[in-house]
């Protein structure tokens, strides 16, 4: 195909420094909790066909989504993420806008009329907004299950709690990002079990046939921010209330192959090279080897120290989410501060903590945990 | 600041051939509708940062939103948005997810009560999908002008349709993409003008103060998808519904900067670039300029052979989309594959209007338009 000359645009260029992709790209080890960390061969793909997706002439980001090539990019990232979960037929995996904070209005949206009852565990303040969402929708909000005696550092006991027989679903948040508290079975349920696994899908193999209804913001393990990804049993599909806007009907994007409206392309562009690197990396099975192994590593180093502390309840700690503190609180800036120029990045805690928090997501290799628990080892050695 | 070694990831690399970014991209001449081309000076300037952005050893995708750097980024992109639009005081600017079709439910959302009345203009496919989503949300919709009598090829002329008095806004679409029939005036209104800009915003000056509400989807002047932009005077917050959905309320939004959740944060980042880059191309009147000529151009070419054919009303053409047809619609489909081998890509027709379609953004110069129309003329002289 021949190509138009590289015709001038009105503005030649933006100010900018002139970088050589030859060399090789300077990266830190960020620890943010989200959005986070990617996997540095998917940016680098990105980066060199920014300006020229497999051969077209354009960006990912500038062809149609109804075009064959985008068609056919979403539809090789759908069937990645299906082969990598193994998510049984009846099934409906959709990319949606808003990410999972959309999603808290979009459930009770899509699966209950007015006054109907649903239940919630609430393990933290991601569960806390998820609940609060659902009760403008005017639904009636059980929580069948609090631990805020526990100061959110806790997953309530299997068959601890009971689930109202007309509960039109169970939800809960799999991994609570700030606490980093993370439920170490899959509760029983005998309502359809709805999900937020946003800080936490594709961290390691997962029953999906054991869901109803499984939500994720992509800004953690799946890509760049602005992408929600939604799997969802056929069954619960089809009684959207008629107010539902249509963006967020789950039937009618499902019908729409998610392309109802414009979809982010290239936040499904990423996840369909970041879903090829999980699979080229040894798909769940090895990425939960690796980020048990990463886990425990900083939970031994935190545990095997006077000067860090890690709150939350054994059987309930996070893989993906470790919050810390200081012995010393006054020396966090000084520890923040070391941590950075070691080229470590994006360790304070959450603002409602305080503390540190490190994010060791996929695509945080294990050589940055280890470069974690040095500097902590030796910062704790110079402060003794 | 000392990096961390660049460590191995788990898997190395994605099978792509190695690119060198000496190379002069191939680029093509692209006239889709959205997602649509960009400016070429912002892709490059993405890409050469994409792993490394302003020295911080992080891609702008894995910042934290709620970082300094970010924060700033954004502060940046919506303060340039409002030099380039001129915004006056008493409105906010709000980056949102869902594009403009999740703006038509939560419009009415925001600024109605169930049972209140609305009123839009009917021009088009999108003033169509906007009316139906506003029935939805249980507003009583006035159609207080529908072009349906000229097939959508006309605007209503000024005074000649009511707006009723106990209507909460009037909603019109400046520019219909599918069908080219943009506005050549704002429509007077007693009630507050709301707009879908989503094809047409920053393609020329405009007067901010005349609406109450402006909305884009970013991907056609503005960025890739997953963004909508909204321009809302501050007299319209604070009546949303309880039942809106928090990321579409825009009071909510705007008391946190748009960063109640996460925001599309690559989108903003491209929107800073691209603002960046049409101030440094002389802002809208410049832009206003280049696209009149352009739209000239090829208007000129279709209207100067009995080859080609446009059908719209000569006062509402659109100078960002450009329907045509050719006399003999069984030669499209060779229109279109020696337009394809000549490097002009996507001018396909919308699928419900068939023909072709030109859309002639900010970002295609006008050599494209004219590449273009030698082409058109080219094609017809070999079939005269």
Known sequence: MARAPNAPQQA??????????????????????????????????????????????????????????????????????????AIPEGYRVLFLQGGAS??????????????????????????????????????EVVVAADEADSAYTTTPAPGSYEVPAEARYLHYTPNETIGGVEFPEIPQSHAPLVADFSSSILSRPLDVSRFGLIYAGAQKNMGPSGLAVVIVREDLLGRARPSTPSVLDYARMAKADSMLNTPPTFAVYLLGLITHWIEESGGLEAMGQRNQAKAALLYQAIDGSDFYANPVQ??????????????????????????QAAGLTNLKGHRSVGGMRASIYNAMPIEGVRAL?????????TKA
């Open 12 to 85: 030649d260029r933006i100010a900018a420094p002139a970088i050589s992709r030859e060399d090789v790209p300077v990266r830190v080890y960020n620890f943010s909790a989200g959005p986070a960390q990617m996997p540095l061969p998917v940016l680098e793909r990105a980066a060199s066909e920014l300006t020229d997706w497999a051969g077209s002439g354009m960006s990912v980001m500038e062809v149609s989504h109804r075009g064959k090539d985008f068609v056919a990019c979403a539809a090789d990232a759908e069937a990645a993420l299906r082969r990598i979960l």
């Open 314 to 339: 054994e059987r309930s700690r996070s893989w993906m989410n470790v919050p810390f503190t200081l012995a010393d609180p006054s020396l966090d800036s000084e520890f923040l501060a070391g941590a």
């Open 102 to 139: 959309a999603q808290f209005a979009a459930i009770p949206m899509n699966l209950t009329a007015s006054g109907e009852t649903v239940a919630y565990l609430n393990t933290g303040q991601w569960s806390a907004k998820a609940i609060a969402e659902a009760r403008a929708q005017e639904v």
């Open 373 to 381: 628990v040095d500097y902590m080892t030796e910062f704790e050695r």
